[in-house]
């Protein structure tokens, strides 16, 4: 903008004075240059910081995307491993359920075994007499063999009561080994639980503190483009305020350049006064100035009764604004 100001006060001067034949001089007023040039430099490097902030910005969340996706893979895993869980409960379960309907079926078959019941029986008649030799013996622990001998007579399965004793420790052993492994299939369970509870603390603590993070950083985005647009705005009122102050130059060397002129016409003035030389054509008006003040003090001393003699005062404020004009 001050570039155009300055284009239409070098045009008007080459209209008011193309009959003269000097070379015009490029107006340049290096305190203002060389502010704008500070200015720009500030802008450029705070629009390069603002480049290196966004480019950190993206990579920050180009990173939490990355990490983000691995979690999920994780967290997919964990799910896995739980349902693997899950089926390995189900068949333990199948496989009881199984056994449960055999065992009830063993002992249907049982009942319907009663020729064979029968069978032990008589057997059992033959080992009384056994048994009564033995019953002091055994007096201590008649609950016992009564229990099992009950639990022999009913079913065929068994010859004897050890063996009978032995199917019931095979059973006892092969219900706590799969009481045991449901123990620990369940803790194993409920430690995948855990630790998946914990994952996703732990990941929900990590994701506040990203978002926290880009809170961070767009707070600090905001604050840049702030300082930008105070940086523009400042740079638009320099802008402004040179072109003022080149319109308000131009006006004052065009009104000197005008008084200039006038002199010429009326008295001789010094040959050679460049047509951007400002100073020179005011001094050359000041001396025309002062040699009619001259003119007119030898005119009044000359002439004393009709006219009457200038105030000093004012004489000497006449003189002064020629000397420092505007």
Request: charge should be neutral.
């Amino acid at each position: 903008m001050a570039s155009a100001w300055e284009e239409r006060i070098r045009a008007a001067f080459q209209d008011k004075l193309q009959l003269m034949d000097i070379p015009p001089r490029e107006d340049a007023f290096l305190p203002s240059a060389c502010v704008l040039l500070e200015k720009q430099r500030e802008l450029a490097q705070v629009e390069q910081a603002l480049a290196a902030k966004k480019e950190e910005f993206q990579i920050k969340m180009e990173d939490i995307q990355e990490r983000r996706r691995e979690l999920e893979g994780k967290e997919r895993q964990l799910k896995q491993a739980i349902l693997k869980f899950d089926k390995f409960l189900k068949e333990n379960d199948a496989k009881r359920s199984r056994a449960l309907r055999k065992a009830g079926q063993e002992q249907r078959q049982a009942t319907q075994r009663g020729a064979e019941t029968e069978r032990l029986r008589g057997e059992i008649a033959q080992l009384l007499t056994a048994r009564e030799k033995l019953q002091k013996r055994l007096a201590a622990h008649k609950i016992f063999p009564d229990y099992l001998q009950k639990v022999l007579e009913k079913t065929d399965q068994f010859q004897d009561i050890p063996e009978l004793l032995a199917r019931f420790q095979a059973l006892l052993s092969t219900q706590a080994a799969l009481a045991q492994r449901e123990l620990v299939a369940r803790e194993a369970v409920e430690e995948a639980r855990a630790r998946l509870e914990q994952y996703r603390e732990e990941s929900g603590n990590q994701i506040l503190q990203q978002n926290n993070r880009v809170a961070e950083l767009q707070a600090q985005m905001d604050h840049v483009q702030t300082k930008v647009l105070e940086l523009e705005s400042n740079w638009f009122r320099i802008q402004n305020t040179a072109a003022h102050k080149t319109l308000e130059l131009g006006q004052i060397k065009l009104a000197a350049l005008n008084l200039f002129q006038m002199v010429a016409k009326y008295k001789k003035v010094p040959t050679g006064v460049p047509l951007d030389d400002t100073d020179a054509q005011l001094d050359a008006v000041q001396l025309c100035i002062v040699d009619l003040i001259d003119i007119l003090a030898n005119f009044r001393k000359s002439e004393p009764t009709r006219v009457s003699q200038p105030d000093p005062r004012t004489a000497s404020q006449s003189e002064a604004s020629i000397q420092h004009p505007g």
